[in-house]
């Protein structure tokens, strides 16, 4: 059975004050639920986040981390500092560090790898651009993105991996993906990976979906065969919302 996943990017938002204060809310107001529920906060903020939820069910996840361990990279964390903290997981690849910092497929490579050496895990962003999407180039694009930086992983390390699907184009565009739209790529995607490894394996990766999701559109995405959670940006930062499509799940 595949994992089911709700995990909220909050993204540069959120000093200490409002970060204390947004996990209190969570904490009072999330559900019981089946589901894995995570929050990336600032750097700055992971370790009072990760103490004040250590002894909930909510894991603290890191937004980034570079690929060396240690050494003249100023401004950097490394996997070993984040582990130090407590923090286990981190989101790679998310379309806003591919796009303002450069990040491409042979980097972010190199940062899972450096991730799985340090027995984290990942959840690894992807997706296409408006302008692949009205090209037709958005199953070869995500193909690619999957093969470049994940396909030369052994099979015991896809355990741990979690994809997260971004449709770039409909996140804040005025385009609008629709739940077909996320299940037809969120299955391809899943056929890429039986092709090159097995379908017992793909059948094992949580696929999430990253396209402006919202608790009024949450259960219908998260009701589609292959979408088995949401990676949330601008409705994690609310508990009200964050925790309206934890519900939905």
Known sequence: MRKKIVAGNWKMNKDLAETQALISDLKKSLPATNAEVKIAPTFTNLYPAYEALK??????????????????????????????????????????????FGEDDALLAKKVDAAIKNDMDVIFCFGEELDDRKADKHFS??????????????????KHIVLAYEPVWAIGTGETASPEQAQEMHEFIRKTIAKKYNQTLADGVSILYGGSVKPANAEEIFSKPDVDGGLIGGASLKAEDFVGIVKAI
């Open 55 to 100: 002894d909930s069910d909510v894991e603290v996840v890191a937004q980034n981390m570079h690929q060396e361990e240690n050494g003249a990279f100023t401004g950097e964390i490394s996997a070993s500092m984040l582990k130090s903290i407590g923090i286990t997981t981190v989101i790679l690849g998310h379309s806003e560090r591919r796009a303002y």
């Open 141 to 158: 694009l995500v193909e690619s993105q999957l093969t470049n930086a994940l396909f030369h992983l052994g099979e015991d390390a896809w």
